[in-house]
C-alpha cells in the first residue's frame, strides 16, 4: 500500500472536516439560507484580510481575481508597474498587456524580492503607472516581496498596490489596513485548505475611488455589481455553492486555531523545513523566503525533476520542481494550509531517502535531527 501525500503549494489537502461540511445537501443560491451562510463567509472574510473593507468573492480561480484586479481599476492609457520575479510575476504583465494597459515590468532576479527603491524609481520614471502589481508569495520561486514597504512607497501616490495573496493568505500575516495595501486577492485551494474554485478579492476605498474611472471592458469579473449584490448576502451571478459552505467551515477552522497561532505554526513549519535541507546539506533557493513555502536546490549531480517524480512513485510524496530556468534545478515544499509538524518530518525523511536512492549519499537521520530540534525551538 502507497498512502498519496500531497505536499504542493496549491492544491493542498483537503481537511476531512471541509470534504464533510461540502458533501452536505446544495442550497440554492437565491434563498435565505444561502444568505445567512454567505452573510457569515462575508464578515470571515475580512477578519482574515484584517480589513474593514468589503472583501468580494467570484467563483473562479486566483488568475480571475488577477484579471479583475486590472480591468476594474485601470483605464486606456494607463501603465502599470508589474514586478516580474518569477512565473505568477510575469502572469501580472501578460494580464495587462492582453487589456491594453502598458507594462512597466521590474524584472528581478529568480529567487530574490524586489527592492522597494527599485519600485519607487519606477514609479518617478512613470507617471502614467496607476498601479503596482506584486505576489506576496512568488510560489515559483518561494520568495516573499517585502509588501509593507512597498505599501509605504504608494501610500501618497496616485498608484494601488495590487497583491496577489493566492498562495500567502492565511500563512503570512498580511494586515491589509493596517500597511495600506489597496487591493489583496486570494483563493481557496491554498491556505484555506478548499479544492480549487473561489477567488477573493479585498478593494481599500482608495481603489474604488479609481475604479469610478476605469473604462477597461468587464463582464463577468464587474467589481462594482458583485459588490452591489454581495452586500445584500447574494453574488450577481451564480456562486460555487458547496465551497462557499465549505469556506465558512475553514473559516470556523482558522478562528478556533486563531490567526496569530496559525501565522506561528506556518514560520515553525518553515523552519523545520529549511533546518531538515540544510542538515541535508542542501542549500535554499530563495533569498527572502516566505512561511508558505520552502525552496530547494538540489544536489549538482541530481535533477530536481527526476528526485520529485521518484518521490512520488516510490513513496507517495508529491512535491513539484521547478520552473523554466529552475526546471531540473529545484525541489518546492510546501507547508500552508492543513500541515503540522510531522508532515515536515515525513517529507524530510522522503527526501533523505530518494537522495540516497539515486545516488546522493546523506547520512539518514542527518535533516530530521536539523528538523526535529527546529521544531522544539521555542
Known amino acids: 500500500m502507497k498512502k498519496i501525500r500531497l505536499m504542493t503549494p496549491g492544491p493542498t489537502p483537503v481537511p476531512e472536516r471541509l470534504a464533510l461540511r461540502m458533501a452536505r445537501?446544495?442550497?440554492?443560491?437565491?434563498?435565505?439560507?444561502?444568505?445567512?451562510?454567505?452573510?457569515?463567509?462575508?464578515?470571515g472574510l475580512k477578519w482574515l484580510f484584517q480589513t474593514?473593507?468589503?472583501?468580494?468573492?467570484?467563483?473562479?480561480?486566483?488568475?480571475?481575481a488577477m484579471e479583475a484586479s486590472v480591468v476594474n481599476f485601470l483605464k486606456r492609457g494607463d501603465a502599470a508597474i508589474c514586478i516580474d520575479a518569477g512565473k505568477f510575476g510575469e502572469r501580472w504583465w501578460k494580464i495587462a498587456k492582453a487589456h491594453g494597459i502598458e507594462p512597466i515590468t521590474l524584472k528581478v532576479p529568480w529567487g530574490e524580492a524586489v527592492d522597494p527603491a527599485a519600485v519607487k524609481r519606477a514609479l518617478d520614471e512613470?507617471?502614467?503607472?496607476?498601479?503596482?502589481?506584486?505576489?506576496?508569495?512568488?510560489?515559483?520561486?518561494?520568495?516573499?516581496?517585502?509588501?509593507e514597504a512597498l505599501a509605504q512607497v504608494t501610500k501618497d501616490r496616485d498608484a494601488l498596490l495590487v497583491v496577489d495573496a493566492i498562495s500567502a493568505l492565511g500563512a503570512m500575516d498580511l494586515p491589509m489596513d493596517k500597511w495600506g495595501i489597496d487591493i489583496l486577492l486570494?483563493?481557496?485551494?491554498?491556505?484555506?485548505?478548499?479544492?480549487?474554485?473561489?477567488?477573493?478579492i479585498g478593494v481599500s476605498e482608495k481603489a474604488w475611488r479609481m475604479n469610478a474611472t476605469s473604462d477597461?471592458?468587464?463582464?463577468?469579473?464587474?467589481?462594482?455589481?458583485?459588490?452591489?449584490?454581495q452586500q445584500k448576502n447574494q453574488t450577481?451571478?451564480?456562486?460555487?455553492?458547496?465551497?462557499?459552505?465549505?469556506?465558512?467551515?475553514?473559516?470556523?477552522?482558522?478562528r478556533e486555531e486563531g490567526l496569530p497561532e496559525v501565522f506561528a505554526r506556518h514560520k515553525r513549519l518553515a523552519r523545520m523545513a529549511r533546518a531538515g535541507a540544510m542538515g541535508m546539506g542542501l542549500s535554499l533557493y530563495a533569498k527572502r523566503p516566505s512561511e508558505a513555502m520552502t525552496t530547494v536546490n538540489a544536489p549538482a549531480a541530481v535533477d530536481s525533476e527526476a528526485l520529485v517524480k521518484h518521490l512520488f512513485k516510490k513513496y507517495g510524496i508529491k512535491l513539484v520542481g521547478g520552473q523554466d530556468a529552475a526546471?531540473?534545478?529545484?525541489?518546492?515544499?510546501?507547508?500552508?494550509?492543513?500541515?503540522?509538524?510531522?508532515?515536515?518530518?515525513?517529507?524530510?525523511?522522503?527526501?533523505?531517502?530518494g537522495l540516497?536512492?539515486?545516488?546522493?549519499?546523506?547520512?539518514y537521520g542527518a535533516g530530521l535531527a536539523a528538523a526535529q530540534a527546529a521544531g522544539a525551538e521555542q
Open 126 to 147: 512613470h507617471p502614467r503607472a496607476r498601479a503596482v502589481y506584486v505576489q506576496a508569495n512568488e510560489s515559483s520561486t518561494g520568495v516573499a516581496h517585502p509588501i
Open 52 to 64: 474593514q473593507q468589503d472583501v468580494l468573492t467570484v467563483a473562479s480561480s486566483g488568475t480571475g
Open 186 to 200: 486570494s483563493a481557496c485551494h491554498k491556505a484555506l485548505g478548499l479544492p480549487p474554485g473561489l477567488a477573493f
Open 216 to 229: 477597461l471592458p468587464r463582464f463577468y469579473f464587474n467589481l462594482k455589481k458583485e459588490l452591489e449584490a
Open 236 to 254: 450577481a451571478f451564480t456562486p460555487a455553492i458547496s465551497l462557499v459552505d465549505g469556506m465558512d467551515e475553514s473559516l470556523n477552522m482558522i
Open 25 to 43: 445537501p446544495i442550497l440554492h443560491h437565491r434563498s435565505k439560507e444561502f444568505e445567512e451562510l454567505f452573510g457569515r463567509v462575508r464578515d
Open 356 to 363: 540516497n536512492d539515486l545516488g546522493h549519499r546523506v547520512p
Open 327 to 353: 526546471k531540473g534545478k529545484i525541489f518546492r515544499i510546501a507547508h500552508l494550509g492543513y500541515f503540522d509538524e510531522f508532515d515536515m518530518i515525513t517529507v524530510i525523511a522522503a527526501v533523505e531517502r
